[in-house]
């Protein structure tokens, strides 16, 4: 038995940004997104769609949220704007989920509660009357948040990161335009069209596939095995984009009901210690885990080698580390010094609660079949 739920409204298309005064439907919202937005003409552009139901803009998000500053901007945002039921989250994963972390109210305004429960995991039950809504609009391929409950937050000085996951974390709408993606740098478009593809795999090499998340993943590893090259050399293409979009929406479909697996568990630290970016931190290691990964069942194995177009299993994980080094991206932990910690980080990384879900995860001894 198996089920498959995203209570997400999807809204996509080059274009379809207009729609947004739309699903607003007259509530008031606030607008988060990041420094370069207003630059890129993106924050104009959202803003006057808003028109008079603009309440605010937050436009401060920074890669990787962190609670050092989280905790100034939610207050802010409860002091100022306790009444506006709406966010309008623009912007790459973390300002999407940096707006999640908004969304709910605690009883004094304070950060404190919302600290403790990713700290600690302390109940935290705000006034479902007071929630916010999130309607997202992802400006990059990658994160797939925009369709996921959940919200990676950082705590750098403890050296931690917390996922942030409740009923009320899932995005009210997302509207997927390539035309916020057009002029998307090179360097962000590999890393998140990368975390894209680690979506996909992690997803397919999960104990909680299901034959939904398998067929979506799977339609979007193909593709971004076969777009993002291109991409990268016409980065301003915009059905090449569009491609990429969606893409990237598939991988976040699929691991929406999935979570995802081992390599997202390995880059946690990798991106904590080193200042690798999130999707490259979560993409290298793809060969290492697809190794560990194939013998573990016979349908994956079959579904891995086909969108890798491989015959056997040593000439799947070839083709996947070509793929990546052929982008620029080195598949040897030496690169990123971690040669002499890899092992240990592995045995670490399964032990997470996103290493538990990968296929092999229990599987004694884990050393590469
Ligand atoms: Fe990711």
């Known amino acids: 038995m198996w089920n498959f739920h995203n209570p997400v409204a999807v809204h ?5 940004l207009a729609r947004l005064p739309d699903l607003l439907a007259g509530r008031r919202a606030l607008l988060i997104t990041f420094p370069d937005a207003a630059a890129l003409g993106m924050e104009q552009a959202v803003a006057e769609l ?15 949220p962190d609670v050092a500053w989280l905790e ?53 039950a705000p006034d479902r009357a007071r929630l916010k809504s999130l309607i997202a609009l992802p400006t990059t391929a990658g994160t797939g948040s925009e369709v996921t409950p959940w919200a990676t937050i950082w705590d750098a000085a403890a050296g931690r990161k917390y996922s942030l996951h409740q009923a009320w974390t899932w995005p009210e709408a997302a509207i997927i335009d390539a035309a916020l993606m057009r002029d998307l ?24 596939r299901n034959p939904v998340s398998s067929t979506l993943a799977a339609a979007a590893a193909r593709s971004i095995l076969a777009t993002l090259p291109q991409l990268l050399r016409a980065p301003r293409d915009i059905a090449l984009r569009e491609q990429m979009a ?26 904590l210690q080193a200042g690798v970016a999130h999707g490259i931190a979560c993409s290298f290691s793809l060969p290492h885990v ?49 040669a002499d910690s890899w092992e240990a980080r592995l045995q670490l990384a399964l032990q997470g609660p996103r290493g538990r879900n990968f296929i092999a995860a229990g599987v004694a001894p884990m050393a590469p079949r």
């Not at 808003?50 to 990787?64: D, R, S």
């Not at 740098?185 to 104990?207: K, Q």
């Open 12 to 16: 996509a298309g080059t274009g379809s």
């Open 246 to 271: 969606l893409a990237a929406l598939q991988a976040g479909l699929a691991f929406s009901n999935t979570r995802t697996a081992l390599a997202h568990s390995l880059s946690y630290d990798i991106t």
């Open 50 to 64: 808003l028109g008079t139901q603009l309440a605010g803009i937050e436009n401060a998000v920074h890669p990787n």
């Open 290 to 338: 697809l190794q560990l990964a194939l013998g573990c069942d016979a349908s994956v194995d079959a579904l891995l080698l086909q969108i890798l177009d491989a015959t056997h299993g040593e000439q799947a994980v070839t083709r996947l580390s070509i793929f990546l080094e052929s982008l620029g991206v080195s598949t040897d932990p030496a690169h990123y010094g971690l």
């Open 185 to 208: 740098p090179v360097a962000a478009t590999l890393a998140s069209g990368l975390d894209a593809l680690s979506h996909a795999f992690e997803s397919i090499w999960n104990v909680n």
């Open 72 to 124: 100034a901007m939610y207050e802010r945002v409860w002091q100022q704007h306790a009444d506006v039921p709406c966010i309008v989250a623009l912007g790459g994963g973390s300002v999407i989920d940096c707006a999640k972390a908004m969304l709910a109210p605690t009883p004094t305004g304070r950060f404190a509660p919302v600290l403790g429960h990713l700290r600690d995991g302390t109940d935290f």
